[in-house]
Nanobody
Framework: QVQLAESGGGLVQVGDSLRLSCTTSGRTLNGYFMGWFRQAPGREREFVARINWNFGWTFYGDFVNGRFTVSRDSMKNTVYLQMNSLKPEDTANYYC???????????????WGQGTQVTVSS
């Protein structure tokens, strides 16, 4: 089992930056891909980014356009999502997830956190 806990969400202004954290516990994350997803009210859960725990390979959703950066600190067992130049359309609940596959499909992730709310005000 892998336990995931997101933090760092909040209310920010357009153009601000925010860093989300996903603290992990339980089994080793060797071989896992750690993903970030987001879900706005009335919308499907959307892939944001993922990172390979062992090698740090990253992949991003099309809408990111260089504004977000995913990283991990293996010593702290934590995954981060740095979000810059935030827009109102980035408002959503952001989730951390873990998968043994390099996938952008939410169905491919086995473990999920509870989410952290990000609200971008104009």
């Amino acid at each position: 089992q892998v336990q995931l806990a997101e933090s760092g969400g909040g209310l920010v202004q357009v153009g601000d930056s925010l860093r989300l954290s996903c603290t992990t516990s339980g089994r080793t994350l060797n071989g896992y891909f750690m993903g970030w997803f987001r879900q706005a009210p009335g919308r499907e859960r959307e892939f944001v980014a993922r990172i390979n725990w062992n090698f740090g390979w990253t992949f991003y959703g099309d809408f990111v356009n260089g504004r977000f950066t995913v990283s991990r600190d293996s010593m702290k067992n934590t995954v981060y999502l740095q979000m810059n130049s935030l827009k109102p359309e980035d408002t959503a609940n952001y989730y951390c997830a873990a998968s043994l596959r390099a996938t952008s499909e939410k169905s491919g992730y086995d473990y999920w956190g509870q989410g952290t709310q990000v609200t971008v005000s104009s």
